[in-house]
């Protein structure tokens, strides 16, 4: 079963606090997803690392019940 738009943002929301997420369906299939996440937890970070606190925040789904991911970070200025 894919993971949901809710199960997402919580994800991320729990690891990150205070960050902002957009989340975009890419195919309406609930398995492919684009993420736009702006946390404070990345100023400092390259982008690199901004991608793997993404990552770490969905627990290892990725490939599993998270088929794909576009990530896009942002710092909050």
């Known amino acids: ?3 949901s ?3 997402i943002e919580t994800a991320i929301a729990a ?5 902002k ?3 975009t ?10 993420v736009k996440v ?5 100023a400092g970070k390259t982008r690199v690392q901004q991608h793997k606190l993404v ?3 969905l627990g290892g789904r990725m ?9 896009t970070t942002v710092v909050p200025t």
């Open 38 to 42: 702006e946390a404070p937890q990345f």
């Open 21 to 23: 997420v957009e989340l």
């Open 15 to 19: 690891t990150l606090p205070g960050a």
């Open 63 to 71: 490939g599993g019940e998270l088929h794909a991911l576009q990530v």
């Open 5 to 7: 738009r809710s199960a």
């Open 55 to 57: 990552y770490a925040a």
């Open 25 to 34: 369906d890419l195919a309406g299939d609930d398995d492919h997803w684009a």
């Open 1 to 3: 079963m894919p993971m």
